[in-house]
């Protein structure tokens, strides 16, 4: 609750609560850090919370992630397409999860089938 205190005037430091033109300073080491830092180039402390990465590209690499992953595990495919599907935004690259899934189980069920069956000898 007392993250959000104002960052020029209640400084506990000796330092003068001096109102820079430049831009911030550094909450933790008082030099002057760039207006967009999110970490302190001097200690190398995070002075700003990560903004979140633009929609378009992480989504983009997202997909490319669980479309590997969706090849090897379908279930996780099918899953995270459906609730892709249930997201504003998001219904195609829900719709082509769950294509892919199923492409590759039934990708898998021919493998099986094309091997001359890979059933156990021992199951009857
Ligand atoms: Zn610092």
Redesign the pocket.
Known sequence: MNDEEPPSISAPTDEPAVKAPQGPF??????P?LPRAVI??????Q?KPLEPPEPSGFSCVVMIVLGALSLFIPCIGLVVGISAMLMEGKKTDGAILIVISIASVLLMAAMSGAFGGAQSPYMQ
């Open positions: 550094c909450k933790f080491c008082g030099k850090v302190c180039v001097s200690c190398g402390q002075i």
